[in-house]
């Protein structure tokens, strides 16, 4: 179930859980901690690769990382994540950022509304606000008894629009953008930065290992801004952002001055119409 | 499991099946289609009380009315129940009004987040979301086929930002309104109009049984602008915004011209502050 | 300045005043007020055209209709038309839908930011807040005096989203929207019901004197919503949405019951992409 | 008109413009852009007091700083500003932060609408946007010509919310919204980076000259967001955010990298009730 992976012992700073961690936006946002110092838990439904990638994690970046099987879909597995998490430590950042890969979505085609089935439609909501809620449950209390502490969920366009043929997605990802509010509302004069980003755009590998031609232009007009909890939604083909770049946003909410805290703002290239 | 109440037989028109039916503003919505010629079938959790409502409508309106139970906190009862309704027609109009009545919405006290039971926060997205996903999957096809169609949505002011204390009640009213856009976005080039009502303020009674003393003014800064599935929610003591008023704007949007529809209007009474 | 048109003297309702009258949505609203027995002020820059409007209304509706010419670029001219309507009795309605055409509207093609000349941002803002303003100071202390009053803003798509190549269009149509909110939430405890119509799309001429061809579908991604103060956008070729029908929304506003006001409300064609 | 103050003589950066300088954010902007070696040109209307704060952040950070008297509610004044300003050489950056602070943005204290000159109405507005219009305009062609640049505009609650009593300053911060969406989208490609910072809280004066007392709360719901283009807004007594915080996430989006740009954002400091 878990696996710890690093050398060094204690960092004085706390844990840093990312959730949803796939080869792209989690794996850098979990990498951009550990190269800050903090000790890292890494949780996706795939366990022998998010065990890859906390070793490359720990190796690089001289961290220590932990990877911990988590099922979005399923309470439960959140729940026994979770205690794995807490145990490490004081959880002091929390990134939410699964989602559940229907095809559609990998496929960035609509689904007529009358063929999505029910289940379907459930997990989706289900890895998008349930396992959120259970995770900010969970780590909330620590933070208030420390005074401090960093949740920070990953929307996209689809968290401020509907999109014919994507219910699935934009019924979770709105639902998990007002989860974002209430807790921001409800948690920051606790010392809690909690804090929505939008990502309007496609999210590709990192580019050191995948070099973009010379004036790609990301075509698609939304994303679903977070990566899949079960590690499985990579994107062939299309060249997108980087998310390295982005990861450098999610550290930046993380280290601002609480006399100035941003909740929501939106990020994507500049060589994309929106 | 339902319950026929009325007299005349055919009208011509579809039915009008308004889910979420309890004293106030369901209540209201199906008495004025009832009132315009359309058969009513009228979903809520409590059968007896539904009846009731159903006969009263009934009696008054000289109209068919079929009281039907539903649980939309589960998705078997819904099914089972939109089986009811589209054995009795073509379902012209779905009026989707239910929603999780906790006991933190009848009070309006805001419920620590940590202290939200899990289970109450999934019946609640149940009751808002999944439920109506279904009734809408239900009745679309028919629509599509007869080119023709409304299907009106109950939001409020948690629709549009997160509350402090009230994250069962946003998320769900969120993911309600990201459906609503979804469907209004690929259905109303096939005839049906799709619309969300943002109802911001409290609901009271109707305005016959309960005369408001002069002055008073509604004092809530929201309300959960739907209709308990359940049937139970009455606020006591608040005088609230006529249900009957309301109504009438469900019904302009069922009668608008489809050269000119409207998705999202706001609705509240002058004399509360906004 | 100003032409009398009309039969009857004395309705026992109030004065609509409609600034921003061509051929196409001033001209339905006008009438529709007139239809349902107001005596109505039409107001545009081109009074040659605008007293064949009247003539027009006044014959068809059996109705008092004055043509007051109105420059909505030019504050002294608003203030003297104004004189003009006041002096009519009590203007128990406001309808502002002026816009200046530049030609970047008529044509929709966007105009480069650079290019832009200062004058031609300042005459846009100026006809579509500074002249609302002004209108709206005008007719306010009548309504208060009366504790009754209808304002009706005309916005579009511009009024929410930014459009590159149109900011003089959306900078006027976001303030146009700002001061509606301001006054509504100013002025409605005071029996002033301020409206807010988004209509999302182009608008045509009325369909009696058109036929659309079959099957003829909206193609224009937004509109400027509302009615040049000059007269002279005729939109040519493009089958636009029907401003009779639209109207009827107007209408619909200004009846409805201040126990339940909307604010804003979109309306766009139902076979329009949204 | 013009004073230069500073040492050094090239820094192989550009000209870093802000316009709206009194003693507070647009100070500390200043500041921070002088303290990252930039040259740096500050204008408000108030040249002696400007000169002093030219003289302060010269001393301070060793750097090269220009103080330019503007008018921002005189379009001449405004172009001849930056005729000064462009002849210093490329403007890489312009930050917009002026709003015209009539009486009632001191003391936050709501006018009635039916009580604000219309001359006030339009002097807001021309301080808001028109002069941020031409300012845009200035600077956008050396950009265009350098393939990079930073427009920065300050923006605050009023920019999203009509507020009773304050259409002066919503209409224009609507507007301004606006006008930095439709340049955002229309030059991002082109390597220029627009953002609109939203700043929901009172900004008071930097931390090192006032010490705040302890548990001191902010207590206003919104502020202009902004500095006075004259520089005479000084709030006194209420203890706001710290400038010199705010003035980090200024500096913060202008080196976010363009693969993932920002174009909106708000900040609150942790105390506040948003």
Same mark, same amino acid.
Not at 8 to 12: C, L
Not at 215 to 225: C, H, I, P, R, T
């Given at each position: 179930m878990m696996r710890n992976v690093g050398s *060094? *012992?204690? *960092?004085?700073k706390g844990i840093a859980a990312v959730v949803g &961690?796939?080869?792209k936006l989690g794996r850098s946002i979990a990498r951009k901690f550990a190269h800050e110092g903090y000790t890292v838990a890494i949780l996706a439904r795939d366990l022998g690769r998010l065990s890859r990638v906390a070793e490359e994690i720990a190796r690089e970046e001289k961290a220590q990382v932990f990877a911990i099987r988590i099922d979005c879909a399923d309470p439960r597995s959140v729940r026994e994540a979770f205690e794995g998490v807490l145990s490490l430590g004081f959880v002091e950042v929390l990134v939410y950022n699964a989602y559940h890969s229907s095809s559609s979505y990998a496929s960035h085609h609509p689904t007529s509304f009358t063929h999505i089935p029910f289940q379907s439609f459930q997990t989706s909501i289900s890895v998008s606000v349930f396992a959120a809620f259970l995770c900010a449950q969970q780590v909330i209390p620590g933070m208030m008894e420390k005074g401090k502490g960093t949740i920070l969920f990953t929307g996209c366009s689809a968290s401020l629009n509907g999109i014919a043929g994507f219910s699935e997605l934009c019924c979770g990802k709105f639902a998990l953008r007002a989860l974002s509010q209430c807790l921001a509302k409800e948690y920051q004069a606790f010392g809690i930065h909690v804090a929505h980003v939008i990502i309007d755009g496609v999210v590709g590998p990192p580019r050191e290992t995948n070099i973009p031609p010379r +004036?790609? &232009?990301?075509?698609? *007009?939304?994303? &679903? +801004?977070g990566e899949d909890g079960e590690g499985e939604g990579e994107s062939s083909g299309v060249m997108g952002m980087d998310p390295d770049v982005l990861a450098q946003t999610y550290w930046y909410l993380h280290v601002q001055d609480r006399r100035a805290w941003t909740h929501e703002l939106d990020i994507r290239p500049s060589n994309t119409r929106f």
């Open positions: *060094s *012992s204690s *960092s004085g &961690v796939g080869p +004036g790609m &232009v990301a075509e698609q *007009s939304f994303n &679903v +801004g």
